[in-house]
C-alpha cells in the first residue's frame, strides 16, 4: 500500500445536504451519489436515518437507499457507504436496506450532545456502543464521529481529554476509525497540530483518525494539511464545500472535497478521485440547487 495515499469520504449526500434550506428531491440525492461514484470516490456517507423532524431534509433517506442505482452500489464490496444512525431504530432501518457500514456519532461537549442527540454525552456513547455492538454482531462495519473537538456552540472550548475520552470509548466499541468532528469550523492549523498530537501521545493510533473540518473561518484545508503532516491519512469533505449542521448555528459547510483533491494531487499524494469529473459534479450540484459553489479549487478549474 501507498503510504502517500489519503482516503476522502464524502459526506455530501449526508452532511452537505441536512441543512439545506429547500428541499432536494430525492432523484438529485441518488444523483449527486452517482455522479460521485463516477468520479471514482469509494467512500460516500449516503444519508442519515435520524429522526425526520431533527433533519426533515433526510426524510427520504428509505427512498434513497432503496434505489436500485444505489442498491447495485450496496452491494459492491469495494465500496465503503456509511449511513449515520443515531440508535438501534436506525441501524434496523439501514440493515433493512442492505447497508453494510454505519456512522455513529457523539459529541465530546454536553450543550452540543444536548442540541443535537437529546441526551447527556455519557448517555451519546452507551447509545453509541449499543448501536455498535449490535452492528458488528450483524457483520457491519462502524466507523464513529467525535464532534465539538475544539469548541462547542453552547459550552465554549472543548477539553483535549473530552475528545480522548470520546475517541477511546467508540475504538473500544469497535469503531474502526473515528472521525474528528470540527462542527463549528473554528479550528486552526496549529490547535489541529496540538489536539492531534496529544492523542498520538496518549497512544491513538493516526490509522484509527480520520478529519472532519467545516469551513467557517476558511481554514478547513490548513487544519487537514496540519492533520496530514501529524499522520492522518483519511479525511471526510463535501462536494462544493455543501454542509453544515442545525444545531451548529452560524457554521460553514465541510471543506470541500474538490479543494482537498486539488491539495493532496499537487502534493504527489493519491486519492484515487478523478478531479475533472469532481469539478463538474460540484459545478452540477450547485447550479442544480441554486446555489454558490464554495470550492474554491472548483470553480478556478471549472472555468479553465
Ligand atoms: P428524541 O426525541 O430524544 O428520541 O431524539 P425519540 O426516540 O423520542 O424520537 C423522536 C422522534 O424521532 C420519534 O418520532 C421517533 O419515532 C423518531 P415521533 O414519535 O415523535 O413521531 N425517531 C426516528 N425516526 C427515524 N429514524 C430514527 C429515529 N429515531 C427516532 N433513527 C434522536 C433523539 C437521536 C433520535 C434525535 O435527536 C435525532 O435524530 N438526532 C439526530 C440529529 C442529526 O442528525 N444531526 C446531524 C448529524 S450529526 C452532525 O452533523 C455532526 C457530524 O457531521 C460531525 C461534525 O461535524 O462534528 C457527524
Ligand atoms: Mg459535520
Keep these: 500500500t501507498n503510504t502517500n495515499a489519503v482516503r476522502i469520504v464524502e459526506v455530501g449526500p449526508r452532511d452537505g445536504l441536512q441543512n439545506f434550506p429547500r428541499t432536494v428531491p430525492t432523484a438529485v440525492k441518488i444523483e449527486l ?16 436515518v435520524v429522526s425526520p423532524k431533527a433533519i426533515p431534509q433526510l426524510a427520504d433517506c428509505r427512498q434513497v437507499l432503496a434505489d436500485p442505482k444505489v442498491g447495485r452500489f450496496l452491494e459492491d464490496r469495494s465500496l465503503r457507504l456509511p449511513v ?18 454505519v456512522a455513529v456519532f457523539v459529541s465530546a461537549s454536553e450543550g452540543f450532545s444536548r442540541a ?24 457491519l462495519q462502524v466507523r464513529g464521529y467525535v464532534s465539538s473537538i475544539f469548541a ?12 480522548l475520552h470520546c475517541v477511546k470509548r467508540l ?15 473554528v479550528g486552526v492549523a496549529a490547535k489541529t497540530r496540538a489536539l492531534v498530537r496529544y492523542l498520538l501521545a496518549a497512544g491513538i493510533p493516526a490509522s484509527s483518525l ?6 467557517t473561518y476558511g481554514q478547513a484545508v490548513a487544519n487537514v494539511w496540519a492533520a496530514y503532516e501529524c499522520g492522518l491519512r483519511v479525511f471526510d469533505s463535501s462536494i462544493a464545500g455543501l454542509g453544515g449542521c442545525p444545531y451548529a448555528p452560524g457554521a460553514k459547510g465541510n471543506v470541500a472535497t474538490e479543494d482537498l483533491v486539488y491539495l493532496f494531487h499537487q502534493a504527489g499524494v493519491t486519492t484515487g478521485v478523478n478531479l475533472d469529473a469532481l469539478v463538474e459534479t460540484g459545478v452540477w450540484v450547485s447550479n442544480t440547487l441554486s446555489r454558490e459553489n464554495e470550492s474554491r479549487a472548483g470553480k478556478a478549474l471549472a472555468v479553465k
Excluded at 480520520?210 to 469551513?215: P, T
Design 33 to 48: 451519489i452517482r455522479r460521485l461514484y463516477a468520479a471514482n470516490v469509494r467512500t460516500i456517507e449516503l444519508t442519515s
Design 84 to 101: 449515520l444512525v443515531p440508535n438501534l431504530r436506525g441501524l434496523n432501518i439501514a440493515v433493512e436496506h442492505r447497508v453494510k457500514e
Design 116 to 139: 443535537n442527540t437529546n441526551c447527556t454525552v455519557e448517555e451519546g456513547l452507551q447509545r453509541a456502543e449499543a448501536v455498535a455492538r449490535q452492528a458488528l454482531t450483524q457483520g
Design 152 to 163: 462547542c456552540p453552547y459550552d465554549g472550548p472543548t477539553p483535549p481529554d473530552a475528545v
Design 171 to 185: 475504538l473500544d466499541a469497535g469503531c474502526y476509525e473515528v472521525s474528528l468532528g470540527d462542527t463549528l469550523g
Design 210 to 215: 480520520a478529519g472532519h473540518f467545516h469551513d
